[in-house]
């Protein structure tokens, strides 16, 4: 706790010491650096570093003209989302209908968000820009080297690496995930839907009703925070035995793999991948289809006369077994089939752990008497939870997420028949994020997919934080410097 | 050595686990040979044999299948993701791991953070980005949803890196190299097999890909569609009985190049993943 409480602390005393920085060179700057809150390019300029201040002009320019270009459209309008709905009008001077000047509340969006960002970058450049020019006047003052433009170049080869390296993959991470993102998330907040598609329809700002609608407030849409538990609850027990299983299965198949006896070890192994080099789409379609109501499995099924007995029984009530058409059948389905996915992996993972396991701690937990249980339970299963504690985690995130498996099993073959899912667009087998999925994909409800994306992200970073905040994790960063 | 009861049964049992692991995949391999185009139910094995399924899918191309042409705009996209990606995620490792300077430590949380979000989230916004500048249904645009991001798996690499010894960088350092120079120089050429690891795993991504392929690619036009997208089309109701047999035959193919590059990457695979703790 203390150690956080420090870094926030530090986090804005950073903060503060760069506007600090700023203040002092506004304030106590030559005419040049107070020019340079103006004219980006005066400081340099005045130093004679000609290059630069003819680059740094061309990045203000830049982003006055797109200011004034595209951000004056859009930006004024992101209080309201627009305000002028697209109609098609008749034109009396040309005898034609002609569509009007409409509003389209996603570019405004997007092009408010778009223009927030680069403001947001401009203003710290700006500001760096400023303290850089005052630096500048200090070391004319005192004399000392002032860089050439290309000495300037060449610490981006050197101490300024780094900004080289970075440059190009943060700016990706930014226009494709931030960005996106940030307008998503502000979806959240609208009434963006299939009644409210742009661009033939506006859509505009409603504060929390969509997290009301989901949590259960709001009567009419009460099927949807229904819904919303039962799809949640499902997701987290898919969560929890898709990792447990996987997990627990790869370890006991690679401890069988390699115990000592065993002949052939290599060829197991082989078997075991053939499943790994298959494509997920192929042959999570393809296990779907061997299950299908009419297909292979049900027919081997009817002939050795399981389904009969089945249905005598009283398990199912159709002439074939429902694998992954009906709930409870297709959730125990599908959790079998990750398994069937998912162990090779985490056999593959284990082995290489189990490999590396110190032997000189088993050979003398041996020697004193130590029964193979014990080995493995105090020596064994400590280690592998070491080495693999973290990925743990990852995967328990991963299968939250784990869009590929229920969407390829499931998609055209399973339909609900339960009314207040079906009034969502939810299954009984969707995870949050297949419904997500589907929301936005089948049923242009984005408000809602916005919704429940936030909540996926609040569920998985809860559970990283204290997952990671308990398990005492080995940070090697510094180990071999 | 005596033979013991308890080795039989271990035996046996791997032998049951393994046949139920290969049952689904020998029904993929004998029902690409079948001489039937859609989906044997009554039997596992098919009643008459042939190569027409790959036959019709290499050489016949109709307005649903046309795989050569998929599997060549997979490989073209792959070439290129794999390209960014492994720059992209080699730059970034390098600068986290063997460079220090200010906002570093902030700038991996970030990462962590927005790695919590779901990648479908993004995707929603970013089709709608890519739709305003005319790149959905473009190999292009897909190209950039697979590798723009790719800077954020950079972990793995980084684990790696941060074990390549410092004193080989310092040493570089006293000589005069550059920063730039060391880079390329000496942490590269140290670094083969995480490399081979990065450039396998980011060449995998589109073929194994399926969501994103989906949503940005949604024009219908079976040109321009990846394997993935194609196989999945053949399996739509109307159309399985035609394709089905064509469908597996073409999974077949996938998997040849897909296991031979796994083969090579299974031993980078295990290291990336227990974030390079697996030392010897």
Redesign the interface.
């Known amino acids: 706790m203390e150690k956080s409480k420090g870094r926030i602390a530090g986090?804005f005393s950073a903060i503060g010491r760069f506007f600090r920085g700023f203040g002092e060179a506004a304030a106590k700057g030559d005419l040049f650096v107070k020019l340079s809150l103006i004219w980006m390019g005066a400081g340099y300029f005045r130093r004679k570093q000609y290059v630069k201040s003819v680059l740094i002009t061309i990045f203000e320019a830049l982003v006055i003209v797109f200011s004034v270009v595209c951000s004056s459209q859009y930006v004024p309008k992101f209080g309201s989302l627009g305000t002028v709905k697209r109609e098609s009008v008749f034109n009396p001077v040309t005898m034609k209908n002609e569509i009007n000047d409409y509003d389209n509340s996603?570019?405004i969006l997007?092009f408010s968000v778009v223009s927030f960002v680069i403001w947001a970058v401009f203003l710290v450049v700006w500001i760096s820009n400023v303290k850089r020019a005052y630096e500048l006047q200090k070391m004319a003052e005192n004399g000392e080297h002032i860089n050439t433009f290309m000495e300037d170049l060449?610490t981006y080869?050197?101490?300024n690496?780094?900004k080289?390296?970075?440059a190009?993959?943060?700016a990706?991470?930014v226009?494709?995930?931030?960005?996106?993102?940030l307008?998503?998330i502000l979806?959240a907040f609208t009434n963006y839907d299939q009644q409210h598609m742009p661009p033939t329809e506006l859509f505009t700002w409603v504060g929390l009703d969509n997290f009301i609608n989901l949590f259960g407030g709001g009567g009419l849409t009460i099927t949807f925070a229904y819904s919303f538990v039962r799809v949640l609850v499902w997701t987290l027990v898919w969560a929890v035995f898709a990792t447990l299983t996987n997990y627990i299965g790869g370890i006991l198949?690679s401890l069988?793999?390699n115990?000592k006896?065993?002949?052939l070890k290599k060829m197991?192994r082989t078997?075991?991948?053939?499943?790994?080099?298959?494509?997920?789409?192929?042959?999570l379609?393809?296990?779907r289809?061997?299950f299908?109501d009419?297909?292979?499995v049900?027919?081997?099924c009817a002939n050795i006369g399981l389904t009969g007995f089945l249905r005598d029984v009283g398990l199912i009530s159709t002439s074939y077994i429902p694998f992954l058409s009906s709930p409870g059948w297709a959730h125990v389905m599908i959790i079998l089939i990750n398994i069937?996915v998912g162990v090779?992996y985490q056999m593959?993972?284990a082995?290489?752990?189990l490999?590396?396991l110190p032997t000189d701690q088993v050979e003398s937990a041996r020697i004193d008497g130590a029964s193979p249980v014990q080995i493995f339970r105090h020596i064994t299963m400590p280690y592998v939870l070491f080495?693999?504690g973290?990925?743990l985690v990852t995967d328990f995130?991963k299968n939250i997420?784990n869009?590929?498996v229920i969407?390829?099993l499931t998609q055209?073959v399973y339909t609900t028949t339960n009314q207040a899912l079906a009034n969502s667009q939810a299954k009984e087998v969707d995870l949050?994020?297949t419904w997500?999925?589907r929301l936005?994909?089948e049923y242009y409800n984005?408000k809602m997919?916005?919704v429940i994306?936030i909540v996926?992200?609040v569920l998985?970073?809860a559970f990283?934080l204290v997952a990671f905040g308990r398990m005492t994790r080995?940070d090697?960063?510094e180990?071999?410097? | 050595m005596k033979i013991k009861v308890s080795d039989i049964l271990r035996h046996v049992l791997l032998a049951f686990l393994a046949v139920v692991w290969l049952v689904p995949i020998v029904w993929l391999l004998a029902t690409s040979f079948s001489k039937y185009t859609g989906m044997n139910t009554s039997t596992f094995f098919p009643k008459e044999w042939a190569v027409d399924g790959y036959k019709n899918l290499l050489l016949g191309s109709d307005t649903v299948a046309q795989f050569p042409q998929w599997f060549w705009n997979t490989f073209i996209i792959a070439c290129f993701t794999c390209i960014i990606s492994t720059a992209f995620v080699l730059m970034v490792a390098y600068a986290t791991s063997c460079m220090r300077f200010r906002g570093r430590k902030t700038l991996m949380n970030i990462a962590v953070i927005i790695n919590l979000f779901p990648g479908v989230l993004a995707m929603i916004a970013v089709y709608f980005i890519l739709k305003s500048i005319g790149l959905t249904n473009s190999h292009l645009g897909l190209i950039f949803v697979y590798s723009a991001s790719s800077g954020l798996g950079y972990l793995i690499a980084k684990g790696f890196l941060d074990t390549v010894p410092a004193s080989l960088r310092e040493a570089a350092y006293l000589d005069g190299a550059s920063e730039a120079k060391v880079f390329f120089k000496v942490v590269m050429p140290m670094s083969k097999p995480i490399i081979v690891y990065t450039v396998i795993s980011s060449f995998l991504v589109p073929w194994m890909d399926f969501v994103y392929a989906k949503m940005m690619l949604n024009s219908g036009v079976a040109s321009q569609w990846t394997v993935a997208i194609g196989l999945y089309n053949m399996l739509e109701k109307s159309l399985i009985n035609t394709y089905f047999t064509q469908f597996c035959a073409g999974g077949v193919i996938v998997s040849i190049p897909i296991s031979i590059l796994f083969i090579i990457m299974q031993k980078f695979y295990v290291e990336g993943v227990t974030g390079g703790a697996v030392k010897g």
């Not at chain 1, 226009?175 to 993102?181: A, D, E, G, K, N």
Request: aromatic fraction near 16%; charge should be positive.
């Open positions: 986090f996603f570019m997007l060449n080869r050197n101490e690496f780094y080289t390296l970075l190009l993959p943060v990706g991470v226009v494709f995930t931030v960005v996106p993102l307008i998503l979806v198949l069988l793999i115990h006896r065993v002949k197991w078997l075991f991948m053939v499943t790994i080099a298959v494509p997920q789409f192929v042959s379609l393809l296990v289809n061997f299908a009419g297909g292979i049900n027919t081997i069937w090779p593959l993972i082995t290489g752990v490999m590396n080495i693999t973290p990925a995130v997420n869009f590929n969407y390829l055209d949050l994020v997500l999925f936005t994909q984005y997919a916005a994306g996926v992200f998985c970073a990283t080995g090697r960063e180990v071999y410097r």
